[in-house]
């Protein structure tokens, strides 16, 4: 019998061994990695009329209608009612909602949490909510909670036993600069799912949310095109 975390390593071998695709998926897991010299990575929230646009379907409908391609796209963080955006968000270099420094219960506030952003030279990061400075050349930002994976650590809140299993997505930042984006199509823990980005040689990866999760990858042959959430992740074709 093949142990959990065993098989979780032949998976993750099993995806590294298609690194020279952008484009990947496995029984597992769905993962996508952005070339920031073809594409850039924005992020959504309301329509041009100011309603949120909620699920994947909308915002395809929306990116369409700019005569833009949706390459890939997924939830991109925590919300609160109404579809508002949970901490940090910044939409083309206007920030919409400010940064979240409180403490509380929840994934979110699991420390140390963090901030996914885009500057406008098309360069990414992901680091911590505390280690955060804002600059007027930052395009695109989002926070969520926890950090999977810091400063090539994996979180040590999570526990590799842990029986809080979950669907998962979440985005991290690959040795070469690009945002690699990756969601689970199983139920699996926090270490589970930061071994993953661990793995793809990510020293920063961010946890964006759970079980309400989707992915729009129809080259991968993956199109949730529902949903119901605040800020959406896009990869746009240049």
Known sequence: MIKGHTLLNLVVLLILGACS?????????????????????????KDENGQPLKSIRKLKTYVNAQHKELKFAMNGGMFTEH?????????NSRMLNPIDTLTGKGNFYLEPNGIFYRMANNTYAVVSTKAFR?????EFATQSGPLLVYNGTINP????????????????????????FVMSKKKVNFYHFAKVFKSLGCR?????DGFVSRAYFPAGNWTQED????????????
């Open 21 to 45: 695709k952008n484009e990947k998926s496995s029984s597992d897991f769905i993962m996508y990695s952005a070339d920031h010299s073809k594409e850039k990575v924005e992020m959504f929230w």
């Open 83 to 91: 579809n508002m955006p949970k901490g940090l968000y910044i939409e």
């Open 157 to 180: 809140v999570f526990r590799q036993n842990s029986h809080n299993m979950n669907i998962r997505n979440g985005v991290g930042i690959l040795r070469n600069g690009n945002p690699v």
């Open 227 to 238: 949903g119901d959430f605040g800020v959406m992740i896009g990869v746009i074709g240049k």
């Open 204 to 208: 920063n990866a961010l946890y964006l």
């Open 134 to 138: 804002y600059r007027p050349d930052i």
